[in-house]
């Protein structure tokens, strides 16, 4: 389990417009935010990443750079970047299910007759300071009960005018 203070795992992957995302080579004034969904079949996936557009912004504001991530194929990932409104939110795909699990995130099976690819990752929220370590997460083991895009914007722009210290670092 990463715990705050951890430097967390390296991240390569595609982007859908025609890009790879490299968190090593990120280098925000404030975080890196990754927004693991779990992937084109999930209503409440496409729910969250259009608020997180709507909001992307006042998160760049803040001085954060968000990317979303899923272990979707290139296919079904570029249909999300034409169906669903992401706007300029950056969707990388193919996350393999060894990395998703380095990053401590749950993974479940399709169901029989579902659109659920074979295997797929729950959602996880991740903030990663400059320096590659862990900030701050949220590990799910279902789709349900997402982090408030709002009060997150909030505690951000908090925690770096307060430079308030990660939590959780005994665990």
């Given at each position: ?123 996880g929220?991740?903030?990663v ?10 590990v ?10 709002d ?21």
């Amino acid at each position: 389990m990463l715990k705050p203070g951890d430097k967390v795992p390296t991240l390569e992957l595609p982007l859908t417009i025609d890009a790879k995302f490299v968190l090593a080579d990120q280098d925000p004034d404030s975080f890196t935010m990754l927004v693991f969904y779990r992937g084109k079949h999930c209503p409440v996936c496409k729910r969250y990443l259009t608020e997180l557009a709507g909001k992307l912004d006042d998160f760049t504001k803040a001085g954060v750079n968000t990317f979303t991530v899923s272990m979707d194929d290139e296919d079904r990932a570029m249909t999300i970047d034409r169906e669903w409104d992401t706007g300029d939110v950056p969707l990388a795909y193919d996350l393999s299910e060894e990395k998703a699990r380095e990053w401590g995130l749950f993974i479940s099976e399709g169901r029989p007759d579902s659109e659920e690819p074979a295997k797929f990752s729950e959602p996880g929220l991740f903030l990663v300071k400059p320096d590659g370590t862990l900030y701050f997460s949220v590990v799910q083991s279902g789709p349900f009960t997402r982090p408030p895009l709002d009060e997150l914007v909030e505690a951000i722009q908090f925690v770096t005018e307060k430079d308030y210290p990660a939590r959780g670092t005994l665990t």
